[in-house]
């Protein structure tokens, strides 16, 4: 049976990959509302373990929450198209990798300090497949702004540098998606009992 703790992050991590936009650009339900489901989920595991290496993990989920709001809040007033808003972004997503990766590997931690030898080390290997997985994603982030580059570079047609962007921006969501739930079912499958 899956901890309270883990199974509000679970939540969390779903919400905060599920994006409802009104008239193109207003989110009905933001990211940071699964951010705060992440952070409140963590506090309930240093609750539920008292273990003193997993207090670190408070802070950095408050980070989060507060930097998706921003985020938020700077997508509403300036748009998310800008250049700046996709650089905050790519600085978010190192942030979300950190803090899953220190989550999974203080996790890894807890498990071997309750003998649970086998599912430590697979969640090990879990926790290395996620981290290579989401730095190749923030890399193909990072390509999806080349369309805005030819446009700025005024090189190519509008319409061929709108069917890029879209087509890019398409894969990159589905990659995202993709492994957001593969992060959703390892912290399910490992997490603290």
Known sequence: MISN???????????????IYLFGSFEI????????????GVHMI????????????KKESIRLFIFSCAYW?????LGYQLALEKMILVLFYLFDV???????????????????????????KNRMTFVKAYMGLIIFYCITMVPN???????????LINM??????????SLMLVIKLLLSAIIQKYSIR
């Open 98 to 124: 950190l803090f899953f990766g220190n989550l999974l590997n203080k996790t890894i931690k807890y498990l071997k300090e309750k003998m649970r030898l086998d599912e430590a080390d697979k969640l090990r």
């Open 5 to 19: 703790g883990y199974n509000m992050i679970k939540w969390g991590i779903l919400i905060s990959i599920i994006h």
């Open 29 to 40: 339900l933001p990211a940071f509302i699964g951010y705060f489901l992440i952070m409140r």
């Open 149 to 159: 580059l030819l446009h700025f570079l005024n090189i190519g047609s509008d319409s």
């Open 46 to 57: 240093c609750d539920e373990t008292q273990l003193d290496y997993m207090q670190g993990l």
């Open 164 to 173: 890029l962007s879209t087509v890019l921006q398409y894969i990159f969501i």
């Open 73 to 77: 809040i700077a997508g509403i007033f």
